[in-house]
């Protein structure tokens, strides 16, 4: 059928359209308030540019197409992340920058049965701070973004990737083995993980730790009480598990009554984050609304490595507890300039006001504009 679209691909009704729209604009007066500017990276670019550096993470979800004009190849951004890379790298000024951006994105393959292929996607990046300070900024910002649009008892999941990778390092897995063992922690299959590990030439504490890390996670207050349990770590684990124990106290002196938890596995962008790692969570939704970390020395590949964390969010999926608007003002089809005056104030006051066009059926309708004591009037407007 001619009318259907594509699987993960889908139309904004009214409902849907309006309410995106709406929280757009409110979504960048916030990120404006914050300090945050905001950039317009393009839809399409070449894509040896678009998938260099950590952006080739992304090369199975992007599509490629030929460009007729130049002869390259070029790619649908799957991800406006590395694009924003690419624009801080342009500036020369070495205070931190804030940038934030709106914007639709295409990939090749759906994440999850709820997921879009065409998520618009919102977000913000903070380049040029290495400290816990820019992380807790992001992880605020993110909170005021999930309550603008009506998520308001968001919890957060905080992790660190530099655990898994200090334990590989450690227990000398190569490469494949190390990808491996994340592949089955985002599954979190803990009798396939401890198959896994028994085939591997490991110690025993070595064997413990990865076979244990799927069940370390809980709130943040226990996460003192776990680590006390956890003997002979490697340094680089522990650095990483104090990094992550200072983010989540700075957060809670600003934020303190969020439900706040640690979860050693999440591994989210694993291949593209350089540190904390976190994901935001709103109930009854049972995926990520939104997610994000740090990815110091993105702008690499374009000359300029700079420290840098965010987070994003598919504004769509944030909005699918919108509601239908109130029906609209109904005004006759009368040529009265005293008429045309008050349909004018109305709207001006952000009232939805339509003509009664002769003939028709105007559906479902609010209050009616009337004629009373010889002027035009809405009886219930006060």
């Known amino acids: 059928m001619r009318w259907l679209l594509p699987p993960g691909i889908e139309d904004l009704l009214p409902t849907q359209a ?10 960048l007066d916030l990120f404006a308030a914050w300090g945050y500017r905001l950039v317009m990276p393009p839809l399409v670019e070449f894509a040896d540019a678009l998938l260099t550096g950590t952006g080739s993470d992304l090369a199975q979800q992007t599509f490629q197409v030929t460009d007729p004009v130049s002869g390259r190849l070029l790619a649908i951004r799957a991800d406006i992340t590395p694009q924003v890379a690419r624009i801080d790298a342009r500036d020369a000024d070495p205070a931190p920058a804030r940038l934030c951006y709106l914007g639709s994105v295409l990939t090749t393959q759906i994440a999850s049965l709820d997921a879009s292929r065409n998520p618009m996607q919102v977000g913000a990046e903070l380049y040029g701070h290495a400290g816990p300070q820019s992380d807790v900024e992001i992880l605020r910002l993110m909170l005021a973004t999930l ?80 680590r006390a349990t956890l003997t002979g770590l490697p340094p680089a684990v522990a650095a990483a598990l104090d990094e992550l124990t200072g983010i989540a106290g700075e957060l809670l002196r600003f934020e303190p009554d969020l439900p706040l938890f640690f979860d ?91 003509y009664d066009l002769p003939g028709s059926d105007p559906g479902a309708i609010g209050e009616r504009i009337v004629r009373r004591d010889g002027g035009w009037t809405l009886p219930n407007s006060g």
């Open 18 to 27: 309006e309410a995106l729209e709406c929280s757009r604009r409110s979504l």
């Open 147 to 226: 309550s603008a649009t009506g998520h308001n008892s968001a919890h957060v999941d905080l992790g660190h990737v530099g655990i898994l990778r200090g334990l590989a390092d450690a227990a000398g897995l190569d490469a494949e083995a190390e990808n491996t063992l994340f592949e089955l922690l985002q599954r979190k299959a803990g009798t396939d993980i401890a198959q896994f590990v028994g085939s591997l030439d490991l110690d025993p504490a070595a064997r413990a730790w990865f076979t244990g890390l799927p069940q370390w996670f809980g709130p943040i207050g226990a996460l003192p009480a776990l």
């Open 264 to 354: 050693l596995a999440e591994l989210r962008g694993y291949h593209y984050h350089t540190g904390l790692v976190f994901a935001a969570y709103s109930a009854g939704f049972g995926q990520a609304m939104a997610w994000g970390g740090r990815y110091d020395g993105i702008g690499r590949v374009f000359g300029r490595a700079r420290p840098a964390t965010g987070f994003s969010a598919d504004l769509k999926r944030l909005l699918a507890i919108a509601q239908d608007p109130p029906p609209p003002v109904l005004a006759p089809w009368v040529s009265d300039p005293e008429l045309t005056a008050l349909v004018q104030r109305l709207r001006s006051a952000g009232h939805r006001v339509v």
